[in-house]
């Protein structure tokens, strides 16, 4: 049973929204989505989805809050702890069983509101061997950027090649928060803050909500002309302890996207997908994905960025929405991101940075520092 994606809503990312509730960021873009897939969500969803962490919000208990917000009061409603993406796949299964038509996934940031944010990301490391050694969690994310430059003999030239391609790409992003005419030497001229890491090497954290709507072959075709479906999605943890994961690949995105690919009967990705929305959160990122997604070679990426590969012009457009470091750190609406971004590309509803021809692209998604959880979406048109 194929399974499609009929309704994208999305609010604006910004660094702070005090004007807004969570509540209100939340309604605003499942009211687009509804809007967009032409339902009703107290009549014509079967199953609602929130991705949540009650760290990242604040208070315990969040995913009791959110159901009046959806139109999910006294409906079938459920919590991922974890990535828009790893959403998005829950919601696929449940459809697939054929238990459920239309299912709705939301996921969300108000981070902004959040006065601890390096102390709830701390919390996150080994008790025993990492907290106590007190540094700023960031701190693993540089030592992998440094084990990936140096295994793969990349450039730190590469990284702010990176940053200058998403932060410019988002300035044609109208939802984009942190758009930004930047060249090299800004990005190399940046204060150093997690070595090999600057200042405009790490994304921002922004406020803003995604949500869309899926549905059933059957129901897709009924409600909407346009659907885009999802050939074939995966996930993957590796060892969340850093003394025994592997430090210069990710190999959470690599196994996720063998289960997405064989879902989706991609055997040559490089030449098969269009173009792609990956994580981007520290510069070196993008990188280390499209490698670990077969997009690139090993210890080809920092060169295929440098020389333009990745740009919206170039053979495989890259993050052409501005990614994380354009966009905004959205934490656990990451990923969801990424998938709402690829599906309105294809749908051509992209506006001003809307590519042309596309007919296949992937979306893919880390639960950031300090884990190795990720998860992978190849999405398409068409047959």
Known sequence: MRVGIIGVGMTAFRPSTPEYSWKELMFEAASRAYADAGVDPRTDVDSFLTCAEDY???????????????????????????????????????????LVNVAVVEAHSKISDLLTLDGVIEHA????WNKPLGGHPYLVAGLEADAFLRQTRTSPKALAAV?????????????????????????????????????????????????????SEAAAKKLHANPVWIRGIGWSSDSPSLETRDWSQAVYAQLAAQMAYRLAKVRRPVSEIDFAEVDDRFSYKELQHLEALGLAKKGEAGRNVMQGEYGSDGRLPVNVSGGSLGCGNVFEATGLHRAAEVAQQLRGEAGSHQLDGVRIGLAQSWRFVPTATGAVAVLGVGR
């Open 56 to 98: 990242y919000e604040g208070f315990g208990i969040f995913d009791e809050f959110v159901p009046d917000q959806l139109g999910a009061t006294l409906r079938r409603m459920c919590t991922v702890s974890g990535d828009g993406l790893q959403g998005l796949a829950n919601a696929f299964m449940q459809i697939q069983t054929g």
């Open 125 to 128: 490391l080994d008790p025993i």
């Open 163 to 215: 940053v200058v391609k998403n932060r410019t790409n988002a300035l044609r992003n109208p939802l984009a928060a942190y758009g930004a005419a930047v060249d090299e030497d800004h990005v190399l001229r940046s204060e150093e803050r997690f070595a090999p890491l600057r200042a405009l090497d790490i994304s921002n954290p922004a406020d803003g909500c995604v949500v869309l709507v899926l549905a």
